[in-house]
């Protein structure tokens, strides 16, 4: 079992940089791949990002790549996705997500994703 905290979230203004923080609780965490997803409202939830268990493998989703980065700190079960800048169209709600255990490829499937967080809030105003 995995139990998902993100925080971080906010309103900023275009261009500007957020860090959004994922929390886990687990027994094995470095064994889960980890991934952020959004969802916009009226739309449907989008992949943003995924990182593998040893973080030394990453993906991104074309609308995020060169503004997005994401991180992971295994001894302190945490996740990091550092968005810089960001444009109108990335508010949404942020989604922290667990895939795994013991996964070998960072998944873009929400499917394939076993554990959720709550989700923060990110809203870019023009």
């Known amino acids: 079992q995995v139990q998902l905290v993100e925080s971080g979230g906010g309103l900023v203004q275009a261009g500007a940089s957020l860090r959004l923080s994922c929390s886990a609780r687990a027994r094995t965490f470095m064994a889960y791949v980890m991934g952020w997803f959004r969802q916009a409202p009226g739309k449907q939830r989008e992949f943003v990002s995924a990182v593998s268990w040893s973080g030394d493998d990453s993906r991104y989703a074309d609308s995020v790549k060169g503004r997005f980065t994401i991180s992971r700190d295994n001894a302190k079960n945490m996740v990091y996705l550092q968005m810089n800048s960001l444009k109108p169209e990335d508010t949404a709600v942020y989604y922290c997500?667990?895939?795994?255990?013991?996964?070998?490829?960072?998944?873009?499937?929400?499917?394939?994703?076993?554990?959720w967080g709550q989700g923060t809030q990110v809203t870019v105003s023009s």
């Open positions: 997500a667990a895939d795994g255990p013991f996964k070998r490829s960072t998944a873009d499937n929400e499917d394939d994703y076993d554990f």
